[in-house]
């Protein structure tokens, strides 16, 4: 399995893609260069010459072995020491001399992603909108947010699923109106009965599943969505200083599922169109999907997770990396609740059973 990693020209240094420049950065030089320059210098140019080659063709023989595989090495192009990753990995970092590695032959052929949305959201930034994120919360216990747990988050690129197409639906339905009034002591009741059809086109675009099974998915599509204008056509370098994942799920396993969900929506949108009625009964009602469409892509979103102590229950933190969106669910520190109890309920208690005593 190829392992690359993106140098210098200047100095050798390993870069990383900035995301408040959008471009790609030396940490030790502070040099920056642009996607053209990266092209015409890195890896993607396809120039062996270029770039560091370790552990050619491990993977496909760990696979011909029988079993699944659960962990792969390569030779880091940098230091040479081994770094050890599982099957999904596509980018990560050598724990020896902390370059980051791109390990090239985990996005070739059918895994190669038609689209990448870069970081948009750097550490700072992401840690930031962490700590005005838990600041409002009062038991969250004080781990969850300690500055060693904070330098734990992670950015990394996720796979997705993006689903598009167009569903053309047709629906007949009978319409009721209701007229109600009253003359004198009586109270008279007017139903008139319409004949309604609706027909017309719906455009989907971007549907959007999670792509990786050891993903919990509540954290990856919580994220949702992103923004279809930042993406970019992929380069393995937007990857530098970053994690990534490669998908295991392919698109079949999601179609059933978001055929239904695209179809409800359009039969949806056909019943709200035909308002102004008391009640609608529908007689038929069918939804076609034509020009089904199915891409692959790598979107940005920082992570934090936490186990706790307590239960050993895994709490996460999620940003997506692009827009700022957050989802996440806390852990609570029970103590904390206790001790509120028992500054404000229990004094309120003895109080109560106080004046219950003097009455």
């Keep these: 399995m190829a392992a690359i990693t993106y140098k210098c020209p200047n100095c050798g240094g390993g870069l990383v893609f900035d995301p408040g420049t959008q471009k ?27 770039w560091t080659e370790g552990n050619h063709g491990q993977e496909e023989a760990l696979r011909r072995q029988s079993g699944p595989v659960e962990a792969v090495s390569c030779i880091c192009p940098s230091c040479g020491a ?7 990995t596509a980018a990560t970092f050598c724990y020896y001399c902390h ?12 895994y190669h992603p038609d689209y990448v949305i870069p ?3 750097d550490r700072k930034q992401a840690e930031e909108i962490f700590r005005n994120w838990i600041g409002g919360k009062r038991f969250v216990p004080r781990d969850f947010y300690s500055p060693r747990q904070v330098e734990s988050m992670t950015g990394v690129y996720f796979p997705y ?58 954290l990856s599509e919580g994220v949702l969505p992103f923004l279809p204008e930042g993406r970019k056509p992929f380069h393995m370098s937007y990857l530098t200083g970053f994690q ?27 019943r709200e ?22 891409y692959y892509g790598l979107f940005p979103v920082w992570t934090l997770t936490y186990k706790s102590p307590r239960d ?5 933190f999620a940003l997506n990396g692009q827009t700022g969106k957050v989802c996440g669910e806390l852990p609570v520190d029970r103590k904390r609740l206790a001790a509120l109890f028992l500054a404000v309920f229990l004094p309120l208690l003895i109080l109560f059973l106080m004046g219950g005593y003097f009455l």
């Excluded at 370059?99 to 059918?110: A, D, H, S, T, Y």
């Excluded at 059933?256 to 949806?268: D, P, T």
């Design 24 to 50: 790609y950065k030396c940490e030790y030089c502070l040099s920056l260069f642009d996607q053209q320059e990266l092209e015409d210098t890195g890896p993607d140019r396809e120039d062996p010459g270029q």
């Design 82 to 88: 081994q770094v050890v990753t599982d099957e999904t």
């Design 99 to 110: 370059n980051p590695v791109v390990i090239e032959g985990r996005l070739k052929g059918g």
């Design 119 to 121: 970081f948009s959201i």
């Design 161 to 218: 699923w993006l689903y598009s197409c167009q569903v053309d639906g047709r629906m007949d339905a009978e319409g009721i109106r209701m007229r109600v009034w009253d003359a004198g002591n009586l109270r008279y009741t007017e139903q008139k009965i319409y004949q309604v059809s609706r027909s017309g086109r719906m455009e989907v675009e971007n549907v959007a599943r999670n792509a990786l099974k050891k993903n919990n998915v509540r």
């Design 244 to 270: 990534a994942e490669r998908r295991d799920m392919e698109a079949g396993e999601l179609a059933a599922e978001v055929e239904r969900e695209v179809k409800n929506q359009a039969a949806s949108r056909l």
């Design 273 to 294: 169109s035909a308002d102004g009625y008391s009640s609608l009964r529908i007689k038929a009602q069918t939804e076609e999907i034509e020009n089904a469409r199915w």
């Design 312 to 316: 050993g229950k895994i709490y996460y």
